[in-house]
């Protein structure tokens, strides 16, 4: 049974730091993309980045240069190192991965597994 589970969301100050965690079980890693993507009260889900099996990266405009998604393959467990967080950051982060050898896309339509969600709150 797949299964995904964020840790690491909080609340911090505008120019602050968070690392979001996701620890994935039950299926292949090595065959999947995986993203994190982030959904604020009234608005749409969005992508935040994507890593492919590869190690391929991909970041919306909003995030470029400040988070770095990575992975650590050994832990199966995908990570979001946000850094000088700004308040258009507070949503509901989620890690999610998609069907074996399905490519890559920021957008949640391709994404099959979902995790719970964690909280981040960037007050100004």
């Known amino acids: 049974q797949v299964q995904l589970v964020e840790s690491g969301g909080g609340s911090v100050q505008a120019g602050g730091s968070l690392r979001l965690s996701c620890a994935a079980s039950?299926?292949?890693?090595?065959?999947?993309?995986m993203g994190w993507f982030r959904q604020a009260p009234g608005k749409e889900r969005e992508g935040v980045a994507t890593i492919g099996s590869g190690g391929s990266t991909s970041y919306a405009d909003s995030v470029k240069g400040r988070f770095t998604i990575s992975q650590d393959n050994a832990k199966n467990t995908l990570y979001l190192q946000m850094n000088s967080l700004k308040p258009d950051d507070t949503a509901m982060y989620y890690c999610?991965?998609?069907?074996?050898?399905?490519?890559?896309?920021?957008?949640?339509?391709?994404?099959?597994?979902w995790g719970q969600g964690t909280q981040v709150t960037v007050a100004s």
């Open positions: 039950g299926f292949t890693r090595s065959t999947r993309c």
């Open positions: 999610a991965a998609t069907l074996p050898f399905r490519a890559c896309a920021i957008t949640s339509l391709a994404y099959e597994y």
